[in-house]
C-alpha cells in the first residue's frame, strides 16, 4: 500500500477518469489496457505497509492472515469501504481504511488481484478428501466450485487454513464483526472437525504450491 509514502504521493493518481463511482472508476480502468497498467503501477506503490501482513505479492506472511493475491478487485475495494465506514470492525484495516482516497483503495485492489496465489499442499489426505466433500456442499454454490468468488463473495482458494478456521468459528459464534447472515448459518451447522476439514482443504486450492520448507513468504 505504501500508505506512509502514498499520502506523500497523492499527485500519482490515474488521469483521465471522468467517474465519481468507484465502481465505474474500476470498470473504467479494467476496460483500458493503459489506465490498467498505469493502476497497477499506482497500486504497486502503496502497498509497502500492506506486504508487512499480506504480503507484498499478497500472500500473506502470517497464517491467521488472509491473502490478497488473486481476490476479486470489487470486492477489494468493498472490503476496504466496509473496514473504513466501521460496518466491518477491525482496529488495524478500519484506522488503515481512512487514510486511503478511493482512487489508492482502487488501484491496490486492481495491484493485489493481478498476483498469484501461492497455495499449501495438504498435509492429510484423509483431512483433504473430506474438506472437499464440506466445501462442494456447503461453501461451492456461493464461492464457486473452484473457490474463486466474485464481487460480492471472496475467492478463498489458497487462503491460509488457519485464517479459514477462525474465520468460520468467529461466523458460528455470531462474532460482532462478521455479520453476513449466510455465513453465520453455514459455520453453525459445521463440527470443529468439519472446520478443520474444510481449511485444510481450501488452503490447497488453487494457485502454485509453495515449496516444502520454503520461508520466502
Avoid: W
Wanted: proline content about 5%; glycine content about 8%.
Amino acid at each position: 500500500m505504501r500508505v506512509l509514502i502514498g499520502l506523500v504521493l497523492a499527485g500519482l493518481a490515474i488521469p483521465g477518469l471522468a467517474s465519481d463511482s468507484p465502481l465505474d472508476r474500476h470498470n473504467e480502468i479494467m476496460s483500458n489496457e493503459r489506465l490498467r497498467q498505469q493502476a497497477y503501477n499506482a497500486g504497486e506503490e502503496r502497498v509497502l505497509f500492506c506486504g508487512y501482513c499480506h504480503g507484498a505479492d499478497g500472500n500473506s506472511k502470517r497464517d491467521y492472515i488472509p491473502n490478497l493475491a488473486g481476490q476479486n478487485p470489487v470486492y477489494l475495494f468493498n472490503a476496504f469501504r466496509k473496514f473504513g465506514s466501521g460496518e466491518r470492525p477491525n482496529y488495524v484495516m478500519s484506522e488503515l481504511a481512512k487514510t486511503l482516497s478511493e482512487e489508492e483503495q482502487v488501484n491496490i485492489a486492481i495491484y493485489y488481484s493481478r498476483q498469484e496465489v501461492t497455495s499449501e499442499p495438504p498435509d492429510s489426505p484423509a483431512l483433504y478428501s473430506r474438506g472437499e466433500t464440506v466445501f462442494s456442499n456447503a461453501c461451492s454454490q456461493c464461492h464457486g466450485r473452484e473457490g474463486k468468488g466474485h464481487a460480492e463473495m471472496p475467492r478463498l482458494a489458497g487462503q491460509p487454513a488457519e485464517y479459514i478456521r477462525n474465520t468460520l468459528r468467529l461466523f458460528r459464534n455470531k462474532d460482532p464483526g462478521r455479520k453476513s447472515d449466510t455465513m453465520r448459518a453455514v459455520a453453525a451447522n459445521l463440527s470443529d472437525h468439519e472446520i478443520q476439514a474444510v481449511a485444510e482443504y481450501v488452503q490447497s486450492m488453487g494457485g502454485r504450491h509453495r515449496a516444502s520448507g520454503s520461508d520466502d513468504l
